[in-house]
């Protein structure tokens, strides 16, 4: 599967943005969808996942209440909302899907997006 994330930008502190991820192929419910970011000198981090479903949600302790993720199956489209947004969240976000077990380790996952920067002024 062919993953394309796009929707990030400049924004200030507060503010919100929304990110997609547009996948290619027929199967792209037979995957775990994840969102990762990636900050300037620091390593990859998961921020949030959605199962198949699209049912069940998993979240990063520093995106709760504050991200959403969601699936539309049928547009082939993976979402991330996010609120409130922090100058700490300013990194490059990637989408990721991963056809075995739920995890939050970027090494499990088969095909990733290219990144969208987003950038938040304080």
């Known amino acids: 599967v062919q993953l394309q994330a796009y929707g990030g930008g400049l924004v200030q502190a507060g503010g919100s943005l929304r990110l997609s991820c547009a996948a290619s192929?027929?199967?792209?419910?037979?995957?775990?969808m994840a969102w990762f970011r990636q900050a300037p000198g620091k390593e990859r981090e998961f921020v949030a996942g959605?199962?198949?479903?699209?049912?069940?949600?998993y979240y990063a302790d520093f995106v709760k209440g504050r991200f959403t993720i969601s699936r539309d199956n049928a547009r082939n489209t993976v979402f991330l909302q996010m609120n409130n947004l922090k100058p700490e969240d300013t990194a490059v976000y990637s989408c990721a899907a991963t056809s075995t077990v739920v995890t939050r380790l970027p090494g499990s996952y088969d095909y990733w997006g290219q990144g969208t920067l987003v950038t938040v002024s304080s």
């Open positions: 959605i199962s198949r479903s699209g049912t069940i949600t």
């Open positions: 192929g027929r199967t792209f419910s037979s995957y775990f």
